[in-house]
């Protein structure tokens, strides 16, 4: 191995070994292990499930460059599977037309994967590394989920843009009278509801609502339902059926209609995780869109990434910014 190489292994177990306390902890499997240049590998980030890895480049590298990182992360790790994402700048684009390149669904070292089960502080989560970009759960918010695991007694919670359910996983098994989510694939609802089954919960098939979220806003307000906490963390760009959705340009709209659906006291946890949009911003943004819904913010503090794992950029904030409002 070439003195490159050598570093590169080096330097990848030692990201790995500054995670200290992730590694001991019997009731969290899943972390990140390299958070690109924070550690040193800048257009690199890998996520661990267990023994499997998996890595997620940001620039296009080259057939070279790609077979030493591999290498390397073998070497480093000794992963039992270890798959491969390509995220450049313009996957979201290229996703449905180009998905067996920017994510195939063999590995690209070790064993085949079909689906196993991680560990989040204790809970389950079903992980399906070759189902495309994202495996299922998003690690950066596990601190998100601890705090709203500690919060959710006797509450009802609305779960935005729920992806695999996590979020309202993480309510029930802290206590929720209820959690609803809403996702506009009914895929990853059913992937939720698995979640959910996984962690002995019961599943009611009306807390798993596929649709646009903005039209069911809509619909919660005007039947005037209300939820003592609504989680919004939605996709910095999608394409919906009220039109196209940029967080960075519209999410005082987006919190605006949340907003309404908050009951008195209640908090509205807003998340983005666009690069481009400053903290401060979208602080903003989210305490302007509750004033548009006739309500009054207040805001409560913000929730972000574990720095043990996601360690910012330096001199940057963290990409991902969570911030609590409580609606009156």
Same mark, same amino acid.
């Given at each position: 191995?070439?003195?490159?190489?050598?570093?590169? =292994?080096?330097?990848?177990?030692?990201? #790995?070994?500054? *995670?200290?306390? !992730? $590694?001991?902890? +019997? @009731?969290?499997?899943?972390?990140?292990?390299?958070?690109?240049?924070?550690?040193?590998?800048?257009?690199?980030?890998?996520?661990?499930?267990?023994?499997?890895?998996?890595?997620?480049?940001?620039?296009?590298?080259?057939?070279?460059?790609?077979?030493?990182?591999?290498?390397?992360?073998?070497?480093?790790?000794?992963?039992?599977?270890?798959?491969?994402?390509?995220?450049?700048?313009?996957?979201?684009?290229?996703?449905?037309?180009?998905?067996?390149?920017?994510?195939?669904?063999?590995?690209?070292?070790?064993?085949?994967?079909?689906?196993?089960?991680?560990?989040?502080?204790?809970?389950?989560?079903?992980?399906?590394?070759?189902?495309?970009?994202? =495996?299922?759960?998003?690690?950066?918010? #596990?601190?998100? *989920?601890?705090? !709203? $695991?500690?919060? +959710? @007694?006797?509450?009802?919670?609305?779960?935005?843009?729920?992806?695999?359910?996590?979020?309202?996983?993480?309510?029930?098994?802290?206590?929720?009278?209820?959690?609803?989510?809403?996702?506009?694939?009914?895929?990853?609802?059913?992937?939720?509801?698995?979640?959910?089954?996984?962690?002995?919960?019961?599943?009611?098939?009306?807390?798993?609502?596929?649709?646009?979220?903005?039209?069911?806003?809509?619909?919660?307000?005007?039947?005037?339902?209300?939820?003592?906490?609504?989680?919004?963390?939605?996709?910095?760009?999608?394409?919906?059926?009220?039109?196209?959705?940029?967080?960075?340009?519209?999410?005082?709209?987006?919190?605006?209609?949340?907003?309404? =659906?908050?009951?008195?006291?209640?908090?509205?946890?807003?998340?983005?995780?666009?690069?481009?949009? +400053?903290?401060?911003?979208?602080?903003?943004?989210?305490?302007?869109?509750?004033?548009?819904?006739?309500?009054?913010?207040?805001?409560?503090?913000?929730?972000?990434?574990?720095?043990?794992?996601?360690?910012?950029?330096?001199?940057?904030?963290?990409?991902?910014?969570?911030?609590?409002?409580?609606?009156?």
């Amino acid at each position: 191995m070439g003195t490159l190489a050598s570093s590169l =292994v080096e330097t990848l177990r030692a990201s #790995r070994g500054r *995670r200290g306390p !992730l $590694l001991g902890d +019997a @009731r969290t499997t899943a972390w990140r292990v390299v958070n690109a240049e924070a550690d040193g590998v800048p257009d690199v980030t890998a996520d661990v499930f267990g023994d499997v890895y998996v890595i997620s480049l940001y620039r296009d590298f080259t057939p070279d460059e790609e077979e030493t990182l591999l290498d390397a992360a073998v070497a480093a790790w000794a992963p039992r599977s270890l798959y491969l994402k390509r995220r450049p700048r313009e996957a979201r684009v290229l996703a449905n037309v180009a998905k067996e390149s920017l994510a195939p669904e063999a590995p690209a070292r070790g064993e085949a994967v079909e689906s196993f089960t991680a560990l989040e502080n204790g809970l389950t989560f079903l992980i399906r590394p070759a189902q495309g970009l994202s =495996v299922g759960l998003y690690l950066d918010m #596990r601190d998100t *989920r601890a705090w !709203l $695991l500690s919060q +959710a @007694r006797g509450l009802t919670v609305l779960n935005l843009f729920s992806y695999t359910c996590a979020f309202g996983v993480v309510a029930m098994a802290g206590g929720a009278k209820r959690a609803l989510n809403l996702d506009a694939s009914r895929r990853v609802l059913e992937w939720g509801e698995e979640n959910a089954r996984l962690n002995g919960q019961t599943v009611d098939r009306y807390d798993y609502v596929a649709g646009d979220v903005f039209d069911w806003l809509k619909r919660l307000a005007k039947k005037g339902e209300s939820f003592d906490i609504v989680i919004s963390d939605p996709p910095s760009f999608s394409t919906t059926r009220s039109g196209r959705f940029s967080a960075a340009r519209d999410y005082a709209r987006l919190a605006e209609a949340a907003a309404r =659906v908050v009951s008195p006291g209640g908090q509205l946890v807003a998340c983005c995780n666009h690069a481009g949009l +400053a903290a401060r911003r979208f602080e903003a943004m989210v305490l302007e869109g509750v004033s548009q819904a006739g309500r009054q913010g207040k805001s409560l503090g913000s929730l972000a990434p574990s720095a043990l794992d996601f360690p910012p950029p330096p001199g940057q904030e963290p990409a991902l910014k969570v911030h609590r409002v409580q609606v009156r």
